[in-house]
């Protein structure tokens, strides 16, 4: 059949069969052309082909999608940036692409560990980089001192039992955050301000709520873990920023106002570099943190008798607070009071003492969950022995009923409560993993494909009028099997190729069904040729 295509100004007629796939289509067009096509480590030049309003993939045959005698393609040439580095997140276990010039790759360690801040939100104190032979990257030394090469991987490894309670910052759970504080009172502190500050660059609500009740400052560093409170000259320049600074990075508004509100010396609090609030806003484009920090630099604050300007305001308020920090120290000294690390305080010396940045799980470093511990039943000699002695002759004349009734061994009862106890936590893994990659399905695509829901009834097909005995365990075998080798439930598969034919937005929506058919069809007939399916056909990765 013939079919055009439309590039850059030009429209060409070519002659193609029905059953060609999209790649060798666009292998005639590059010839025909004359298009110079390139893929490196930087970077790859390619083409794309559109049908209807949908961008075609290689493995689609033209009839599958509906192309037929005299359809127009439009062809286009794409150029694609290939990530510089890698970053492999050890807590939420998904890799984060770095998109910067190559120049990258001969600066400084810290200052890549500051593009990762902005990029996932952990302030630069609680995690360390690692090459993939596992060597722990110092912030003083250069990419190239590592042999950092274009599109390495490098792994983010954060403190030894820290990885729940991040999980939960991320998310915004607060009863996971607390679940896992530390009982350390310095170290304490410190995850209450880590956990403002990624509250606040996430937009969490009630997280940030909860952190500024238990006494945390928006305006006050997030600073070290108390570990490495000693060693001033090696640490990175943004341990100094503060929550208020990761809400404006972020442009995280109603967090911006809630930090004010609490505190009007968020406005000139300044990180590392000497830039205000504002300053961070302008220089990330956000325009509304800028108009609102605008309204507010230019307010005043009225008493009874007079109005100060806000920056007035608050150099008075600075004063003040400088005053009194400064007569409560000299009260401490005159007390003789230790401050900082004290004699027996974990010290944490980089190269010389053990690592304790390797993503341990919170219960994998001696913690106990008080949730979990459960009340054990005493052995059951220890409760014989405390009985008090009977006499024999009673003992003879004892039914011997009694003797038939015998308990198992302990050690017996504990393996069988062991495996049902495994059975039950597996068939709930099983369940949950099912729900929850239904409801991952139904969040990426139930929005643009409604469908009925599903039947209540006892039968999952519809029934047959000349139905055999065995057509039911057929019909089940056959979906239990396509579950097996696709990864994907019928279901599951229909919502896929719906939401796919749903991309050609010129075509009606009979048209689009028509091509959901022909893909669904498609997807069958490959794993009986192929073996499964490939591996543009899986299902999309969600990105957090």
Not at 190 to 203: M, P
Not at 290 to 309: G, R
Request: aromatic share 10%; proline share 5%; glycine share 4%.
């Amino acid at each position: 059949m013939r079919i055009f295509v439309a590039f850059e100004g030009s429209f060409e007629p070519f002659d193609v069969s029905a059953d060609e796939t999209v790649e060798a289509v666009k292998l005639m067009i590059k010839d025909h052309f004359r298009i110079p096509l390139s893929e490196d480590k930087q970077g790859r030049r390619y083409l794309e082909l559109v049908y209807a309003g949908a961008a075609l993939r290689n493995s689609w045959s033209l009839a599958d999608v509906g192309i037929s005698f005299c359809s127009t393609l439009k062809c286009f040439v794409k150029e694609e940036d290939k990530p510089t580095l890698y970053i492999f997140n050890a807590v939420t276990q998904k890799m984060m692409p770095i998109m910067e010039n190559i120049s990258l790759l001969g600066k400084k360690v810290s200052d890549l560990r500051t593009l990762v801040t902005l990029r996932c939100g952990f302030p630069v104190s609680v995690y360390c980089l690692r090459t993939p032979t596992g060597q722990e990257m110092y912030d003083c030394n250069t990419l190239g001192d590592y042999h950092t090469d274009m599109g390495m991987t490098l792994r983010l490894d954060v403190w030894d039992g820290w990885k729940e309670f991040l999980m939960g910052c991320l998310l915004g759970q607060k009863l996971e955050v607390q679940r896992y504080l530390s009982k350390e009172g310095p170290v304490l502190k410190y995850q209450k301000r880590v956990a403002l500050y990624i509250a606040a660059f996430y937009g969490y609500i009630e997280l940030t709520e909860w952190a500024l009740k238990q006494g945390v400052r928006p305006h006050e560093a997030v600073g070290v873990h108390p570990y490495r409170a000693w060693c001033h000259e090696a640490l990175h320049a943004d341990v100094s920023k503060c929550p208020i600074h990761a809400a404006v990075e972020a442009g995280q508004l109603l967090i911006l106002k809630t930090f004010v509100n609490c505190s009007v010396l968020c406005l000139e609090c300044k990180n590392a570099a000497g830039q205000t609030p504002l300053a961070i806003a302008f220089k990330h484009k956000h325009k509304d943190c800028v108009l609102y920090l605008l309204s507010k630099m230019w307010s005043t604050i009225s008493f009874l008798k007079i109005s100060v300007p806000m920056r007035i305001y608050i150099k008075i308020k600075q004063w003040i607070l400088r005053a009194q920090s400064r007569s409560l120290h000299k009260g401490q000294l005159c007390k003789s009071r230790v401050f900082g690390p004290k004699v027996g305080a974990t010290v944490v010396v980089d190269g010389f003492t053990t690592p304790q940045m390797t993503s341990k799980s919170w219960h994998k470093t001696g913690n106990q969950d008080s949730q979990s511990i459960l009340s054990k039943i005493p052995p059951l000699k220890a409760r014989t022995a405390s009985k008090k002695p009977v006499d024999s002759l009673t003992v003879s004349q004892k039914d011997t009923r009694e003797e038939i009734l015998t308990f198992p061994p302990l050690a017996e009862a504990n393996k069988l409560s062991d495996l049902q106890r495994y059975q039950q936590q597996y068939q709930k893994k099983i369940i949950a993993t099912a729900r929850r990659k239904e409801r991952l399905v139904k969040n990426k695509y139930l929005p643009q494909i409604p469908l009925p829901p599903v039947s209540k009834v006892g039968y999952s097909h519809p029934s047959f009028c000349y139905a055999t005995p065995s057509a039911d365990f057929l019909l089940r075998s056959s979906l239990e099997s396509f579950s097996k080798h696709s990864g994907r439930t019928p279901r599951e598969n229909a919502i896929y190729c719906l939401a796919v034919a749903s991309a050609f937005k010129e075509k009606r929506w009979l048209q689009q069904l028509e091509i959901a058919r022909a893909l669904a069809k498609k997807s069958i007939s490959k794993l009986t040729t192929q073996g499964g399916l490939t591996a543009c056909e899986n299902l999309p990765e969600i990105v957090l």
